[in-house]
């Protein structure tokens, strides 16, 4: 069994704006990370710089598969076998709205989010007990 081991450091700063920079510095695994993120609060700017070391990570995982998207592999007698499947979903847009309710039913109307959504498969083991964002 591998162990990936390393830190995380996590600085976040007030500007002059009244905004918060978050510096996230990474050394996992021999990667060395910088990410600079921009935030309304400190748990913003966090939560910005986390979601971007975290979609490095995804896209990290999802190469390491190497998996060709239209192979299908077969059982001995011919049959497609399933394989499982965890599917993320990333959407972000700025948009302007009267309420929060507003703006998520913006976004869940608009189909910007199918085309400019980043999709990322990682195939699992059926085994693992992966438990999906739910909101």
Not at 41 to 63: D, P, V
Request: glycine content about 4%; hydrophobic content about 30%.
């Amino acid at each position: 069994m591998t162990s990936i081991t390393g830190t995380i450091t996590i600085n976040v700063q007030a500007n002059e704006n009244r905004q918060y920079i978050c510096q996230l510095s990474s050394s996992i695994d021999q990667r060395s990370d910088e990410i600079r993120c921009c935030g309304q609060s400190e748990e913003h700017a966090i939560a910005n710089a986390l979601e971007q070391l975290a979609s490095e990570y995804r896209q990290i995982a999802e190469e390491h598969q190497n998996k060709d998207w239209n192979t299908v592999e077969r059982s001995e007698s011919g049959e497609p076998i399933q394989k499982r499947y965890h599917v993320i979903l990333h959407y972000e847009r700025i948009g302007k709205a009267e309420s929060r309710f507003e703006a998520m039913q913006d976004t869940l109307l608009g189909n910007t989010v199918v085309e400019n959504a980043k999709v990322t498969l990682i195939e699992i083991d059926a085994n693992l007990p992966v438990q999906p964002l739910t909101q």
